[in-house]
């Protein structure tokens, strides 16, 4: 390392530039955003420019700002031909890649840095129903061979999530009908990322995410009916993966079940009959991804069954 108030060489650039860009670049496991960087190592005996100096400091401060989703323009020297970079500035550029690093998983991006976009077209059922209803939703991030998997790791390591919310509205004005409304709209939104899966509202939250799913169903959420005359009516979600060596494919199964008996007394209208639930039955997968001009990630594509 060199002193205070020297030029700073080639090997104390290179540690830097290392960190930020597992973080920001193709990285490894939960580490790596995907994004093209604009530094690169340098020659061990290579002086460093003024240009390379600004690429890494442009990487360094895309990975925080990510993160925070605030404008640190102002914690980096900027080099130029009248102001080298010297021992104290290095010390910076260090300081905040590693804070890039110890922060790298952030989930959900701030508002700024993310955008949420219909992953599937919402599921509307208007038949009247009883028993157990299943929605499918496949989620494929890319083709075999890694670059699916890499995918993958770049959407959920740049703390992006798949979410899942659901309604129902309508229909007769029978308690059963009413219990539905209030489960699924007191739920909120589930948010799945790469280490958990949680609801805005209330529920049974796990803490299975992207990283944590096998090749066999997990339950990874449910949400059980608020009126214990109807239980064990509950919302609840699967997830799986299409290989653990090959984590590309997520395959989600969202579970509307209405499994209760005949309710026991008034004031259900259905009184001594397990009615039907009826009404409009609508379930939404959307995505909360990173998209701002720090860090992006593309969309995955995926394909639903209907709500039966």
Same mark, same amino acid.
């Given at each position: 390392?060199? &002193?205070?108030?020297?030029?700073?060489?080639a090997t104390d650039y290179n540690e830097i530039q290392?960190? $930020?860009?597992? $973080?920001?670049? =193709?990285?490894? !496991? +939960?580490? !790596?955003?995907?994004?093209?960087?604009?530094?690169?190592? $340098? &020659?061990?005996?290579?002086?460093?420019?003024?240009?390379?100096w600004n690429n890494?400091?442009?990487?360094?401060l895309r990975a925080r700002q990510h993160q925070t989703g605030t404008n640190l323009s102002t914690a980096l020297q900027v080099a130029s031909a009248s102001r080298k970079i010297q021992e104290s500035d290095r010390a910076a550029y260090k300081a905040l890649a590693q804070e890039a690093q110890v922060n790298a998983l952030t989930a959900p991006p701030p508002s700024s /840095?993310?955008?949420?976009?219909?992953?599937?077209? /919402?599921?509307?059922?208007? +038949?009247? %129903?009883? &028993? =157990?209803?299943?929605? =499918?939703?496949?989620?494929?991030f890319g083709p075999a061979g890694g670059a699916g998997a890499d995918a993958a790791r770049y959407f959920f390591n740049s703390g992006s999530q798949i979410e899942f919310s659901a309604e129902r509205t309508g229909?007769?004005? !029978?308690?059963?009908? $009413?219990? %539905?409304?209030?489960?699924?709209?007191?739920?909120? +939104?589930?948010?799945?990322?790469y280490?958990? +899966? /949680?609801?805005?509202?209330?529920?049974?939250?796990?803490?299975?995410? %992207?990283?944590?799913?096998?090749t066999s169903d997990a339950l990874i959420f449910q949400k059980d009916t608020?009126?214990?005359?109807?239980?064990?009516?509950?919302?609840?979600?699967?997830?799986?993966?299409?290989?653990?060596?090959?984590?590309?494919?997520?395959i989600f199964t969202i579970h509307f079940e209405d499994s209760s008996g005949k309710p026991p007394s008034?004031?259900?209208? !259905?009184?001594?009959?397990? /009615?039907?639930?009826?009404g409009t039955l609508v379930s939404t997968v959307n995505t909360y991804r990173a998209t701002g001009s720090n860090v992006s990630v593309p969309n995955p594509s995926a394909s639903t069954t209907s709500i039966s």
């Amino acid at each position: 390392m060199p &002193g205070q108030n020297t030029l700073i060489i080639a090997t104390d650039y290179n540690e830097i530039q290392s960190i $930020v860009s597992q $973080v920001l670049g =193709t990285g490894s !496991g +939960t580490l !790596g955003y995907g994004q093209t960087l604009a530094s690169s190592q $340098v &020659g061990q005996y290579s002086k460093v420019t003024t240009n390379q100096w600004n690429n890494l400091r442009s990487d360094i401060l895309r990975a925080r700002q990510h993160q925070t989703g605030t404008n640190l323009s102002t914690a980096l020297q900027v080099a130029s031909a009248s102001r080298k970079i010297q021992e104290s500035d290095r010390a910076a550029y260090k300081a905040l890649a590693q804070e890039a690093q110890v922060n790298a998983l952030t989930a959900p991006p701030p508002s700024s /840095e993310a955008s949420r976009i219909a992953l599937v077209g /919402e599921q509307i059922r208007t +038949t009247p %129903w009883n &028993g =157990t209803l299943i929605q =499918t939703v496949t989620v494929t991030f890319g083709p075999a061979g890694g670059a699916g998997a890499d995918a993958a790791r770049y959407f959920f390591n740049s703390g992006s999530q798949i979410e899942f919310s659901a309604e129902r509205t309508g229909g007769t004005a !029978g308690l059963k009908n $009413v219990t %539905w409304t209030t489960m699924l709209a007191s739920m909120g +939104t589930v948010a799945f990322n790469y280490t958990k +899966t /949680e609801c805005s509202g209330s529920g049974f939250n796990s803490t299975l995410g %992207w990283y944590d799913l096998t090749t066999s169903d997990a339950l990874i959420f449910q949400k059980d009916t608020p009126s214990s005359t109807y239980a064990p009516n509950k919302y609840y979600i699967y997830g799986r993966v299409n290989s653990t060596s090959d984590r590309r494919i997520g395959i989600f199964t969202i579970h509307f079940e209405d499994s209760s008996g005949k309710p026991p007394s008034y004031p259900d209208p !259905g009184f001594g009959i397990d /009615e039907n639930v009826d009404g409009t039955l609508v379930s939404t997968v959307n995505t909360y991804r990173a998209t701002g001009s720090n860090v992006s990630v593309p969309n995955p594509s995926a394909s639903t069954t209907s709500i039966s």
